[in-house]
């Protein structure tokens, strides 16, 4: 089991912002933008026999601002993703060829979970958009 967590407080102790307009304003005490409230990472991996393992992965992140008003309105909500891996050891099922070699197979996102990773504000809410489901199949080789 693997769990990575952290929790933010990030806010400018002190920050006067002088605009291209001439306009200023104090902004102490918001939160910084894109800064996530929270990460939350846990994993459990397992090993099995002949050379097979697997990976299940879940992954939240906390609300994160799109600038440095802290307006409510002006965020990227919080999201989860849960995950699956599974790697295939070749030399570990009887192949010694294949020694070094595993084939593997990531499902990402598997409940297809609509969500931004980053983005910013201008005028209006700007996002870049995450992945939705999607598998990843490919081999690796140690030498």
């Not at 570990?92 to 070699?101: E, N, T």
């Not at 969500?115 to 504000?121: A, F």
Request: glycine share 12%; hydrophobic share 35%.
């Amino acid at each position: 089991l693997t769990v990575a967590a952290s929790r933010s407080w990030d806010r400018f102790e002190e920050f006067i912002f002088h605009d291209w307009d001439g306009s200023v304003s104090d902004l102490s005490g918001n939160p910084i933008a894109l800064f996530p409230e929270h990460l939350l990472l846990v994993g459990w991996e397992t090993q099995w026999n002949r050379g097979i393992r697997s990976r299940l992965r879940l992954h939240n992140t906390g609300k994160q601002y799109l600038d440095n008003t802290g307006n409510e309105e002006r965020t990227i909500d919080p999201w989860t993703t849960f995950d699956i891996s599974l790697w295939f050891d070749l030399g570990g099922l009887g192949w010694r060829a294949m020694d070094g070699a595993s084939l593997f197979v990531h499902g990402r996102n598997l409940g297809d979970t609509e969500y931004e990773t980053w983005g910013y504000w201008y005028g209006e809410n700007h996002y870049t958009p995450a992945a939705g489901r999607n598998f990843v199949v490919g081999m690796d080789y140690e030498f």
